[in-house]
């Protein structure tokens, strides 16, 4: 299935999030399920720094986070705060660390940041996108 339009990409986002172990009671559910729909829906990828004039498939962080932000109608930093906290309270323990590299497909060898964290939900999804297209 082709993720063409915003309602399946957020629920494509939703149920990687679910199988993650992130649920709609943690604070960064509906932030993060934003985030990953506004970059699949838009074919970009995060970048850690400054947008580039040559790579016209990245946006900054700062970026996504403020128009995230203004469609949840919250602070740039409470958004980002919201994701972190969900990061953290899944991946607190080695158990779920675990499960989040097998279901994302790569191990984790660093503190895991939210622009990783998104990146790497964001491939899983495109990866998962092409592999549904080539069956």
Not at 39 to 58: I, N
Not at 110 to 132: A, G, H, M, Q
Request: hydrophobic share 35%; with cysteine.
């Amino acid at each position: 299935m082709q993720l063409n339009n915003k309602s399946e990409i957020e629920t494509k986002a939703k149920e990687l999030l679910l199988q993650l172990g992130i649920t709609p009671d943690l604070s960064g559910y509906k932030c993060a399920t934003t985030a990953i729909t506004e970059l699949l829906y838009s074919k970009q990828r995060v970048s850690h720094c400054k947008l580039y004039l040559s790579q016209k498939k990245s946006v900054s962080t700062c970026n996504l986070y403020q128009k995230c932000a203004d469609e949840l109608q919250m602070s740039r930093s409470a958004f980002e705060r919201a994701i972190r906290y969900t990061i953290i309270s899944r991946l607190k323990d080695k158990n779920k660390l675990e499960h989040f590299e097998d279901v994302i497909g790569c191990k984790i060898t660093d503190k895991l940041t939210v622009s990783s964290f998104l990146s790497l939900c964001v491939e899983r999804l495109f990866i998962n996108e092409k592999e549904e297209s080539e069956v």
